[in-house]
């Protein structure tokens, strides 16, 4: 599924992020940045060592910040680092950390002139945050910062599984038909 906002377009793909030749991939990481399971571990075994020496100079990452690294063996140039919350640690927090880290991935992104950039679908793995709740919070942060900024060309979330491209599909469907 795509719509555009303004020139900017916005898909939803089912697949595997480290495959994507987007100029920068969002990481789903955790506050340390020295890798992980999940999209994490994925990353750092298709982009190879470099990635994590890389981040062992980064000093860690706050939850809902971003931090941005080479892509080394990867397609995409750049790889952007995020950490989302943990669903059941936050509570009323979650939302608008959820929120922040799209935000701050993006704020990344065009600082270091970027256009197109693929998003996983951010803490609704291992960290437990529910897929149908998360979607539509990824989906509205990111459309809101399309609209203010067209110099980003595409933003591609890569969903790994039927499941969650599913939530997602549902959620933009709902978004668009307001
Ligand atoms: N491409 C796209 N999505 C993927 C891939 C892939 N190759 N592999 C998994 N996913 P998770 P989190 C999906 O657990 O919830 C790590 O250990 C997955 O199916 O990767 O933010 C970190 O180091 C799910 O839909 O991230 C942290 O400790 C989504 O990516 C912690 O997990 C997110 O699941 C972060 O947990």
């Known amino acids: 599924m ?30 340390t940045l020295l890798g992980g399971g999940g999209v994490d571990g994925a990353i750092h075994r298709a982009a190879g060592p470099q990635l994590l020496e890389e981040c ?20 995409a140039k750049h790889v952007i680092h995020t950490v989302g919350p943990v669903y059941h640690r936050e509570g009323a927090r979650a939302a608008g950390l959820l929120a922040s ?22 803490s609704t793995g291992a960290y ?3 897929v149908q709740e998360a979607a539509p919070i990824a ?5 809101d910062y399309l609209k203010d900024h067209p110099e ?19 959620a933009l469907k709902r978004i668009s038909a307001t």
């Open 2 to 31: 795509q719509i555009k906002i303004n020139k900017s377009s916005l898909e939803l793909a089912q697949g595997d992020i480290t495959q994507q030749d987007t100029d920068a991939i969002v990481n789903a990481a955790n506050p």
């Open 101 to 122: 880290c799209y935000r701050r991935s993006l704020e990344v992104a065009r600082e270091n002139g970027l256009k197109s950039i693929a998003f996983p679908s951010i």
């Open 128 to 130: 437990g945050y529910p």
């Open 152 to 170: 980003i060309e595409l933003v591609r979330f890569v969903l790994f599984d039927r499941h969650t491209y599913e939530a997602y599909e549902e």
């Open 139 to 143: 989906l509205q942060t990111v459309i």
């Open 56 to 75: 062992r100079t980064l000093g860690g990452c706050n939850t809902g910040d971003a931090k941005i690294t080479r892509g080394y063996r990867l397609k």
